[in-house]
């Protein structure tokens, strides 16, 4: 009788490497899903960052127009994107942060459309807060809508301070 000269794989040798590679990815999988949340509210914080550049160059551009020992409030939430302080120059100040930001053609913003993270997405209100006596810049979370993420906190992110 012929001898078969079999080449390849067993079944039994198949499905014991499948089940070690469902295995590690399970293992693998459980490890790298906090990192992926980590990333997703760095770059919600860069979105905050980049609206903190936003308020000083819109200071420092209306700067000649403005009094320089008020305090300009610029809010960012789900009902308005307004400049609230109340100030000489403040319709200004708000314009120009408007323009550097693109949100000049909407008067709200949608934190669920456009932040990445669980937190970022439940985020209702940011306050970036222009100290004109020393030109201090300071971008906060200040609230944030549990109904959207019931684990969100306003500490989860911390305040951005301009340098």
Do not use: C, H
Request: hydrophobic share 40%; aromatic share 6%; proline share 1%.
């Amino acid at each position: 009788m012929k001898k078969l000269n079999n080449k390849g794989f067993s079944l039994v040798e198949l499905i014991i490497v499948i089940a070690i590679m469902a295995i590690l990815v399970g293992v693998v999988g459980t490890q790298v899903i906090p990192y992926l949340e980590n990333s997703r509210k760095a770059k919600d914080v860069q979105i905050l960052s980049a609206w903190n550049t936003a308020a000083v160059s819109a200071y420092s551009t209306e700067a000649g127009n403005l009094d320089a020992t008020k305090s300009y409030v610029i809010e960012v939430s789900t009902t308005q994107i307004k400049e609230t302080s109340g100030n000489a120059g403040s319709a200004k100040i708000e314009k120009t942060f408007k323009d550097l930001t693109d949100l000049s053609a909407v008067t709200t913003y949608s934190f669920q459309n456009n932040m990445s993270s669980k937190s970022g997405k439940a985020i209702s209100k940011v306050e970036i807060t222009i100290n004109g006596a020393n030109g201090q810049v300071v971008t906060e979370v200040k609230s944030v809508d549990t109904s959207v993420y019931a684990k969100a906190l306003v500490s989860d992110f911390d305040p951005i301070e301009n340098k």
